[in-house]
């Protein structure tokens, strides 16, 4: 993050807290990782917008040459408005009607299906006439938590790479064609093999489907979250990855692009989660740091047990003491335990750190507190791109019935 505690307290100055606060030099800073990381391979990267979806986060990343990954049917509508083609949008659902697949054949977008039913479906109406990709589940173990693993033999993601007989006999029978293969183990991977593994079994698979343009590995890049952590070691992956490609095309004489679907990686680090420290509480054995925020906001830590860095933005350079910072929920509310921090008092700005990626997108209204407002920091400048929610938005789609008024 390169704004400065200054800059972030004159933004929460100006739109008030709670604040989620996106700095696209972050962003650019990333994608060009990938890009420069990856440059000698034929790769495309597609942002997994399900981080966080904002227009205006969609239409930067289009700017820089991203394609989009969508994972619901509003998300591909949303990514069209941003200026997307359908050509860029990669469509990967799970569990959905399949109302929604359709509707979404319609738009022209790729199609990405995890499962035999959905597959078997798909393949009797359309036959050869929309080419779709499989995701396949591989079976490893791969992820920083269980919550976010998605390719062990337990997930609901994909087809089993043991039923590649039966997905085979599908694709006979009802002629499909099939353009791409799929997989995505998890998020946080802290080892490069997992990709080589993936890419390997998608290699041996390749072999019997004859029409394929693509292998897509997800994502699941590691981005740092406390002091010495790491990010996934992207320059060693690119080389990996086209070893693998240059020895299978040599073999093989078959060739193939490469996607990947960065979310978390992109826009993680470019947000910053402002809020205020409402009370400052001193227990028989704790000091809590009480803010105007809670998991409705940022669930993250409740959810998945994450760590998230907090600073004091107001008073940055004092003496550090330990605290537990909590959230204002009627809730067990806890951002962290026993963290030390410079020195709290009430009514200081604190930030919490990495926020950009499952922060608002996960947000709620629980307790009929509100969301916060969204700003985005363009070329240095502060853009709100989401108004604060208000009493009134709570309200919004409610429908008061008439009935009571005669009890």
Known sequence: MSLTPQQLVEIANEYGSPLYVYDTQSIESQYKKLTTAFQNVNAKFFYACKALSNI??????HSLGSNLDCVSINEVRLGLMAGFSAEQIIYTPNCVDFSEIEACKDLGVHINIDNISILEQFGNKFGNTYPVCIRINPHIMAGGNMKISTGHIDSKFGISIHQLRHIQRVV??????????HMHTGSEIKDIE????SLDILLDIAHDFPNLIFLDLGSGFKVPYQDGDYSTDLVTLARRVKETFDAFEAEYKRTFEI???PGKFLVSESGTLVVKANVVKQTTATTF?????GFNHLIRPMFYDAYHKISNLSAPDGPERIYTVVGHLCETDTFAWDRKINEVHEGDYLAFHNTGAYGFEMSSSFNSRCRPAEVLVYQGKSHLIREREEFKDLLHKQVECNIFNKI
């Open 56 to 61: 205006n986060i969609l239409k930067f990343l």
């Open 172 to 181: 006979k029978s009802t002629g499909l064609v099939i353009n791409g293969l």
């Open 194 to 197: 997992v990709f080589i593994r």
């Open 259 to 261: 996607w990947f679907e």
């Open 289 to 293: 740091v009480g803010v105007n925020s």
